[in-house]
């Protein structure tokens, strides 16, 4: 938001300099983003008359000029400018001046055997314009001696604040005054706004066609017509002030719309009376409709967008734009001047989706203040009488102002409370009073009603706020805080944020690198992954594509190993601790830990090697993963439980699920199912485990004991190997158990090295050999005791399995 300050006066009756305003407009929350003040960049410049020019003795292009400053005696100046001359009034700078328009600073020099005391300056040298093919040409009557800035208007600074989106007040120039006041260092010009009384009925009618539920699209439209004016240039004060912030004026119409916008926080728009078809109304717009706005861009629109239509269709983009069609140029003698209010959302919508950025936007999608609506159309119609002629005539109107009064019980004590700051009554009353809010009430609770111009002040905290800002944050006392004697020895952290931490180093640790995804996903992959319900569909989505929460971290990943590929690193493990959604309640969050393997991403390295032939990731390779996660989360595993199978997409061949018991399911691993590859066009072999960190068992609570000494045995370990052959669908883990449940005390290990089925072994059945590890601890076995214990290793794989000692 930019402004000069002498708009700023125009609101505001003040005396103060600009920094004490510049200080202040930060002190109380409107930030000073940018201060150009011209005429301190430019005060050693100033207005001169050439006494002569004669030419330099020693070079033809050159003048030698003696110069009246307005000093006592005549300053020598060696000019090349084509147009210097004598009795001419210019623009001087002494030595010691620095020069912008060429970055350097001036100094007693000569030239050609002649000394120069200064320069006479063209108007690219002073960065004022591109023009430095001559000096200023000033008119006769430039007072000799006054610093040109002043002599020249340039004595206005211009402020540029930044605004919080909160403080739609402040998006004009009497807001900002306001504010001001209310600090003391001004008083704030309120100038009376009477009615303008037009001559008629307006001869365009307006129409607001909403359903019921779209009537706060547009809550008021008001319409006047001004007969016979003249559209010229608008008056050079107005250019002036609109150049300074950085707008470019058309024509005296525009620019009055332009001028109330930043004035007043007031946008309005007008319609050449004669490009406009029957009356006007303000509807949605219908599917295939376009407008050629005032920018000269063509924007197809849709039924979000709400706009101002006639009988030749779409003529203004409502609160945003209008349209090229309906503007006002030279020719327009009748002009229909246009005050209306806006739902801020629809305009915010719209605005995004076609990217359009203006001031009527800016202050629209913010809040405008409903109750100069009115006053403003009054104010722009007495402009446009003054500055244009013409003939006013009465308001047509459609709808009204809304009634957005509230009343806010506010007890004055709440500044205290809130702000830690001990106030008057008197000042705090003061203060809002002065904001434009009216008390009742004389108690220790009175009540508060805010002003039509602040829709963000909605409870006691804002009223807090408005109080604090003014008195000033630093009249609040600084309290050390209060020290703590002892240190709790209560855990800071929960378990399962303890969990998340070590899951992510032992995953690291196995060579795998953490990635962070998005927490929705496109609805697609949710319903592959069992997710895509309704309450889990998100109502305001970033993207199109990322619609839906996720039920799983494994789409996550899959799509980021895919992109890897796609990138030309296809053997990548991929890691993530997240928050998955099963409903839309807060037990239907999870915790989880996944992890992914794709290509030859293999623990124990990826990638082609001299050596052999690299080997792809196996279901075998994610299960390896899941268990030392477990391993490092300290959950006990000895009571695990792995089940064939998983969930539906992953391979119904190649999966497992972790678990102890049939109710406590903590996980899955193993390769993904081809039919969802497909689905999510995904190519390469693929392996990944999910863990379930709220649904692992919690730690046991235990008696701190000193750990015992490491005991090893002084004893030899015997190994021996068997070979069963069992049917081909029992499960290795089951003989594996069972050889453990033989003999507990003395069977220290046991484990698969050789799976077989072929020739020697009969039709449906397979040969599975596993190594046993006896530790006795006491004595040595003798044979007859390690006979008897292999009898009882064979007896018992057999009763659970049916298995046979091969042969």
């Not at 559209?231 to 525009?254: C, D, H």
């Not at 009540?447 to 111009?453: A, G």
């Not at 303890?498 to 795998?512: F, H, N």
């Amino acid at each position: 938001m930019k402004f000069t300050l002498s708009w700023l006066k125009d609101h505001l009756d003040t005396e103060a300099s600009l920094d004490v305003i510049s200080e202040t407009l930060t002190r109380i929350g409107l930030e000073v983003e940018g201060l150009e003040d011209k005429a301190a960049a430019l005060r050693p410049y100033v207005i001169a008359r050439v006494i002569s020019a004669e030419p330099h003795p020693n070079a033809d292009r050159l003048r030698v000029c003696q110069v009246d400053a307005g000093d006592a005696a005549p300053v020598q100046v060696v000019c090349g400018a084509p147009n210097a001359r004598t009795g001419m009034r210019s623009v001087f700078a002494p030595p010691g001046t620095y020069v912008p328009g060429k970055a350097l600073t001036l100094s007693v020099g000569t030239i050609r055997g002649v000394e120069s005391r200064g320069m006479l300056c063209s108007a690219a040298e002073l960065g004022l314009g591109e023009d430095h093919d001559g000096i200023f040409d000033l008119p006769d009557d430039a007072p000799v001696g006054t610093p040109y800035a002043v002599w020249a208007g340039l004595d206005d600074p211009v402020i540029e604040i930044n605004l919080t989106p909160n403080r739609s007040d402040c998006a004009s120039i009497h807001g900002i005054a306001r504010d001001l006041a209310a600090t003391g260092i001004g008083t704030l010009k309120r100038e009376p706004l009477p009615p303008v009384r037009g001559e008629g009925p307006c001869p365009v009618p307006v129409t607001l066609r909403f359903d019921a539920s779209d009537q706060g699209l547009c809550p008021l439209f008001a319409l006047r017509l001004v007969r016979g004016v003249t559209n010229g240039p608008s008056p050079e004060w107005m250019q002036k002030r609109l150049r300074a912030i950085g707008l470019r004026p058309i024509n005296a119409l525009v620019d009055i719309t332009n001028y109330l916008t930043f004035d007043r926080g007031r946008p309005l728009h007008v319609f050449d009376a004669a490009k406009v078809a029957g009356g006007l109304t303000v509807r949605r717009a219908e599917d295939g409709e376009s407008l050629v706005a005032l920018d000269g861009k063509t924007y197809r629109l849709d039924a979000d967008a709400v706009v101002i239509a006639d009988d030749n269709g779409v003529e203004s983009l409502g609160g945003i734009m209008g349209g090229e069609a309906s503007g006002c140029d030279a020719g327009t003698t009748d002009v229909l001047i246009e005050s209306a209010l806006w739902d801020p959302r629809s305009i915010a919508r719209t605005g995004r989706r076609l990217g359009i950025i203006t001031d009527a936007r800016y202050r629209f999608e913010r809040g405008v203040d409903p109750a100069f609506a009115l006053p403003g159309l009054d104010l722009a119609t007495r402009l446009v009488v003054d500055l244009c002629g013409g003939t006013p005539t009465q308001v047509s109107l459609a709808g009204e102002v809304p009634d957005l009064s509230r009343v806010i019980d506010f007890p004055w004590t709440e500044v205290r409370r809130l702000a830690g700051i001990e106030l008057s009554r008197v000042e705090m009353k003061v203060t809002l009073e002065s904001l434009g809010f009216h008390i009742s009430g004389s108690g220790d609770r009175v009540k508060v009603l805010p002003p039509s111009w602040r829709p963000d002040v909605e409870g006691k905290a804002d009223l807090v706020e408005e109080i604090v800002r003014i008195a000033g944050l630093d009249r609040i006392e600084p309290k050390p805080l209060p020290r703590i004697e002892t240190v709790a020895t209560e855990p800071m952290l929960t378990v399962l944020q303890r969990r998340g931490r070590l899951a992510k180093r032992a995953l690291a640790s196995r060579g795998m690198l953490e990635a962070v995804t998005y927490s929705f996903i496109p609805q697609a992959d949710a319903v592959l992954f069992g997710g895509g319900k309704a309450d889990l569909a998100l109502a305001n989505p970033i993207a199109s594509d990322l619609s839906d929460m996720r039920p799983s971290l494994v789409p996550g990943l899959l799509r980021a190993a895919q992109r890897n590929a796609d990138r030309g690193f296809p053997d990548v493990a991929l890691f993530e601790v997240g928050q998955c959604f099963a409903s839309d309640a807060p037990e239907g969050q999870s915790l989880r830990a996944t992890g992914l393997r794709r290509g030859t991403a293999r623990h124990g390295g990826a990638g082609r090697h001299w050596s052999g032939a690299a080997e792809p990731v196996d279901a075998f390779e994610a299960k390896a993963d899941a268990l030392a996660l477990l391993t490092a989360l300290g959950v006990p595993t000895g009571g695990l439980q792995i089940v064939a199978g998983g969930p539906d997409w992953l391979h119904p061949g190649r999966s497992g699920t972790l678990q102890f018991g049939p109710k406590t399911v903590i996980g899955h691993f193993g390769a993904l199912h081809p039919r969802l590859l497909k689905a999510m066009d995904l190519k390469g072999t693929l392996v990944a485990f999910e863990i379930v960190l709220d649904a692992l068992p919690l730690p046991r609570h235990r008696p701190t004991k000193a750990k015992p000494a490491l005991v090893l045995p002084d004893l030899q370990a015997i190994a021996r190997d068997f070979a069963f052959v069992v049917p081909r669908d029992v499960a290795a883990a089951d003989i594996l158990k069972a050889v453990q449940g033989a003999e507990r005390k003395l069977i220290t290990g046991v484990e698969v090295f050789d799976l077989y089925e072929g020739p020697g072994v009969p039709e449906g059945a397979k040969s599975v050999a596993v190594a046993v590890r006896l530790q006795p601890s006491e004595r040595t076995l003798t044979d007859v005791e390690i006979e008897a214990v292999s009898a009882r290793i064979v007896a018992e794989v057999s009763k659970k399995t049916g298995a046979t000692l091969r042969a």
